[in-house]
């Protein structure tokens, strides 16, 4: 092993013979088995047949028993069966290391049309062929490229079925929101106050928002349902500095700040714990086939209201006093 080491690291001069050059590992080989014929066991008798000791002076060859192919194969691991090679010869081409075939690496190149091609390499040039990454193209079947297409992908079929619920919902916003800044005074900070009278449940606000596939449906409060599936409502950016808009209104500037915040009336509403200053309320609706939750008006309202729905605290404890009068 000390003496390989010193061979390929191309120190031979520290080795014990102080050799220049170790000719090849066979030559190793050799001065190992000699050195190993020269130490007979301890307490060994000599030997009288002249046959035996002949043999025994003869140098073990450890690699006599492979084909120069083979030895090849050893001073070369970057090949191996199956892996995939490139040669500047070839340049645009992927090779498929398949064996040896007399002594020579078979190496096999599939294009996408036409027979394969295939070469037979010596073993002096099998380092001239290194080891890619590159991808053996291929032609998917019918069947296989079919199940990843428009019609049978079910990520397609997710997609589809999310922008139908998506494009629903807008048309159930304009058909059926009666709340808009002609009926509603729009405060900030953030803030709804009624800007005309609303007979009970005529004031209905819509969650206009951007829809998305849940991780967990179980944990869901507040979303949408289109034909069995349930969406999450994500808000778009409401809007929260009046006072920039406002500025804006009164400059005579040629353009306009750019601004992605909007007002969807639904998301404005705020809560409260006070069960008597409560006027608007989660309705479960099922519209067009859609079941959305709609804000609505519990009483009458008058102008200058201002808009205030439960909180999760004071929607629990109804809850639980409902289940307690049911209970007696």
Known sequence: MV??????????????????????????????????????????????????????????????????GEQALLQNKHLSKGGKYMHTDYPDKVFV????????????????????????VPPNLFKKWKATRVAVPRIFSQDVADGFMYGKSSVLAEAELLAEAQQML???????????SGNLDIVSPTALYTSGN??????????????????????????????????????????????????????DVGFRPKATEIIVPFFWVKTTGKEDEVSMNIVWKTMEGMKVPVLMNTKKLSAQTLLLQPTKELLDKGSSSSKKRKAA
Request: charge should be neutral; avoid cysteine.
């Open 3 to 68: 003496r390989l080491s010193l061979l390929l690291t191309k120190k031979e001069k520290l080795g014990r013979e102080k050799m220049d050059v170790y000719q090849s590992p066979e030559h190793v080989a050799q001065l190992f088995a000699k050195e190993a014929m020269s130490r007979g066991p301890s307490g060994s008798g000599s030997r009288s047949d002249a046959k035996d000791q002949e043999d025994e002076q003869k140098p073990l060859n450890l690699l006599g028993g492979l084909s120069v």
């Open 97 to 120: 290391f398949t064996g040896l075939e007399n002594d020579e690496a078979q190496f096999v190149h599939t294009p996408l049309y036409g027979s394969p091609e295939t070469v037979l």
């Open 170 to 180: 807008f048309t159930l916003y304009k058909a059926h929101n009666s709340g808009d």
């Open 198 to 251: 609303f007979p009970v449940q005529k004031l209905k606000l819509l969650p206009l928002a951007s829809l998305s596939k849940p991780k967990d449906e179980s944990k869901l409060t507040l979303y949408v349902e289109w034909k069995g599936a349930k969406y999450q409502l994500s808000p778009w950016p409401q809007v929260k500095d009046f006072d920039e808009f406002l500025a804006w209104n009164f400059r």
